[in-house]
């Protein structure tokens, strides 16, 4: 079967660590079932993975991918959990999903959304759910609090704007392009500012993925009290943590590894009752997967990277 493969590990052109191969498909062991992969999402975890950071060296090559929607040999639609051991994500020491078959435990399996087509349905398994448990599981806001989400055009960023819309919060966006800022705008932020600008007001909480480039703004945008819900760091992971705006303003910093398969399964079916459908920035054939590994390092998606492992 055809395969997007990390040969290696490259930090600086990650693309480079990255190959379209055949490759045997792997049949499930007890208790793992395979799935037809119709669409599998792209995230900033694979560009990760291809610099080096948390890979399972000793597997190379190994597949890669943590997200997809697809159906089993039995029939069934479905999407899949990517948490498949503690802080472990599918193609970290077992297959990944960007693939024409996957397996993946039958616990991980969730049905798919009946409305969403199978390449909406494959964004929810990571950015989706981390940010559906930033903002409802860990980040516990409540309806008519005010969020304010870093790096709006980002996969995360983008589920957390949509999600936060579809739970009645007030959202604030910030972003370094203006034409990003107001594509945020058109489907759900209330308020857009360049990266770093002085808010009006303090935020109830932040969403924070960008890490470096915005942490000094996060500290300094939240009220006393509030709470930063940290999952990433696509800028870079050690910023100067300034612990008094932190301890000074009483402000709680939570940190959210995706979320468990009951968050998936209500997520799903906040999709399947409402009208939220994940925003999608473009669809590759798997052959062409290298362009959109290349497109997340060059942060130029607005929404999420799909590849169609299947040609659909
Ligand atoms: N903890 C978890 O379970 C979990 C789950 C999913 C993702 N993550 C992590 O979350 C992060 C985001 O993932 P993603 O897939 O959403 O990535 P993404 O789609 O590439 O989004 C990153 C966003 O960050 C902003 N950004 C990047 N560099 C920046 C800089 N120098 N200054 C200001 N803003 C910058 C960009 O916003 P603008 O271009 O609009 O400014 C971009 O849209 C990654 O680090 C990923 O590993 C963690």
Known sequence: MLAAVVTGVDAANPVNALAVQDVPAHEPTP???????KAAAFNYHDVWTLRGMGTHRASLPAILGTDAAGTTDDGRDVILHAVVGPGQLLSE????????????PEANLVP?????????????????????????GKGALLPGEHVLIQGAGGGVATAAILLAAAGGLEITVTSRSEGRRKRALDFGAHHAVATGEKLP????????TVGAATWRHSLRSVRAGGRIIVAGGTSGFDPSAELPMLFLRDVDV?????????QLQRLAQMTAIGKLRPLI????????????????????????????????
């Open 201 to 208: 007001t303090r935020v109830d909480a932040v969403v924070e």
């Open 31 to 37: 208790g793992w079932v395979a799935v037809n992969v």
């Open 93 to 104: 020491g077992c297959p990944g999903t960007l693939a024409e078959r996957a397996v993946v």
């Open 254 to 262: 939570r940190g959210v590894f995706m979320g468990d398969v009951t």
């Open 281 to 312: 920035d473009a669809t590759y054939p798997l052959t062409a997967v290298r362009e959109a590994a290349q497109r997340m390092v060059d942060g130029t998606a607005f929404g999420k990277l799909v590849v169609l492992p299947n040609g659909e």
């Open 112 to 136: 798919k959304p009946p409305n969403l087509s199978f390449v909406e349905a494959a964004c929810l398994p990571t950015a989706y759910l981390t940010a559906y448990n930033m903002l409802f």
